[in-house]
Every structure is written in structure tokens, then in C-alpha cells.
């Protein structure tokens, strides 16, 4: 008792939370980015993959718009 090891954590401020929801939006868009990247490099013609990650990108864009507080 009387540690401050015993103590619980405060739960994570709003702030901290949207922070984290951007990094990983903006950790995303740099995946599927590169996943496009190698599609097109390899030359694999897969329409499909790139339109899936295309697809993930936008939606993370509007995550980080929401987040900053635009209706994008």
C-alpha cells in the first residue's frame, strides 16, 4: 500500500486518444500506399488490390479529417 505502482492508471484523455486514432489512420494510409506502390512495380495487374487499398486509404483521410474536426 502506498506505492504508486498499486495504483490504478488513469483512464487516457481524450486528446490522447484522438491522437492515437490519427497515428494509426496516418500508419495505414502509409501501408496500403505501399502496397499500391509494390502492385504497380511488380506488375501484377491486380486492379482489385489496388482498388482495396485505395479504398482504405480514403476511409482513414476521413478518419483523420473527423478527428480534426472536418466533415470531409
Given at each position: 500500500m502506498g506505492?504508486s505502482?498499486?495504483?490504478?492508471k488513469?483512464?487516457?484523455?481524450?486528446?490522447d486518444?484522438a491522437?492515437?486514432d490519427?497515428?494509426?489512420?496516418?500508419?495505414?494510409i502509409?501501408?496500403h500506399?505501399?502496397?499500391?506502390r509494390?502492385?504497380?512495380?511488380?506488375?501484377?495487374?491486380?486492379?482489385?488490390?489496388?482498388?482495396h487499398s485505395?479504398?482504405?486509404?480514403?476511409r482513414n483521410?476521413?478518419r483523420?479529417w473527423?478527428?480534426?474536426?472536418?466533415?470531409?
Open positions: 506505492r505502482g498499486d495504483r490504478a488513469p483512464p487516457p484523455a481524450d486528446a486518444i491522437n492515437a490519427i497515428a494509426n489512420a496516418m500508419t495505414a502509409l501501408l500506399s505501399e502496397a499500391i509494390q502492385h504497380v512495380t511488380r506488375g501484377t495487374g491486380a486492379q482489385s488490390g489496388v482498388d485505395t479504398d482504405h486509404i480514403m483521410v476521413r483523420i473527423a478527428r480534426l474536426g472536418d466533415p470531409a
